[in-house]
């Protein structure tokens, strides 16, 4: 009876320990069930067609018949390096994220402190700088497009109320770009603003608190405690701006289609012009696959820099 008894009870010591490895297969198979949709979803649109931009940049490509597109090898590659159409271009994507991302970090990081006091309609608030994020960039460029107009336009007309020249800002090269990014800063600061302020809410506020006892003030507390803190944040908000800096190509498409004189030519534009105006898809895949690679190694660099974060204890 006992040696019944004592198999009885290692049987089901046997059951129990393999339960839990069997649940975990079980929960692994029903992920891998539910996550199959998306991942089908993201090969077919993403993966294929990105693989597909990197064969298209070898050959001179034949959009009409494809059958009759030449490999080339590298020439796309090697004209792309030569012309001083995409070099221009590239200075012009350089601009345009020196002028976005630096100054959309530090406004949305100032915006969200704001918004964390306990102000006046603060929900109405926060609601009104988020909205510009979610309404469609083609309307609302339009809508600036009439706001920058040199003889009516809202921004000209303040500009007079406060005794200063009015401005050509799409019509004229050296105005054109920063028109661009104001229209971008005001669209696009609200995602940002949102998740600093996650990141303000996730943080601890004992160390502000001793930092307060120990006669700190207000910039002091934020200088040296809650902007550390923040690094994982402003990390993430500065990788994704830059990475949505380099992809933009609508607000462009619809308020100055490359223009005054390729002043707002940028790399994301070129692809559009070369692939879609000029039909050299070879030739627009290699400046696509160049930005890849661009992208990729301002996201690497950026994520050795952020190693050097500091952390509190």
Known sequence: MVTILSRYMERRARINESIPRFHGIRNNRYALVYLLPMAAVFLVFTIIPTLFVGVISLFHWNVLSPALSQFVGLKNYQDLLQSPVFWHSLLISLLFVLGTVPTTVFIAVAIAVLLMDNLPLRGLVRTGVFSPYITPVVATSIIWIWMLNPQFGLINSLLHAAHLPAVQWLESPHWALLGVILFTLWHNMGFDVIIFMAGLTSLSSELGEAA???????????????????????????????????????????????????????????????????????????????????????TIVQWKMSERRVHYQ
């Open 212 to 298: 307060k006892v120990d006669g700190a003030s207000s910039a002091q507390r934020f200088v040296y405690v809650t902007w550390p803190l923040l690094s994982p944040t402003t990390f993430f908000v500065t990788i994704i701006t830059t990475i949505g800096s380099l992809q933009a190509f609508t607000q462009f498409f619809t308020m100055t289609q490359g223009g005054p004189l390729g002043a707002t030519t940028t790399a994301s534009y070129l692809v559009y012009e070369m692939g879609f105006l000029f039909f050299h898809e070879g030739f627009a895949s290699a400046i696509a696959v160049v930005m890849f690679l661009i992208i990729a190694l301002l």
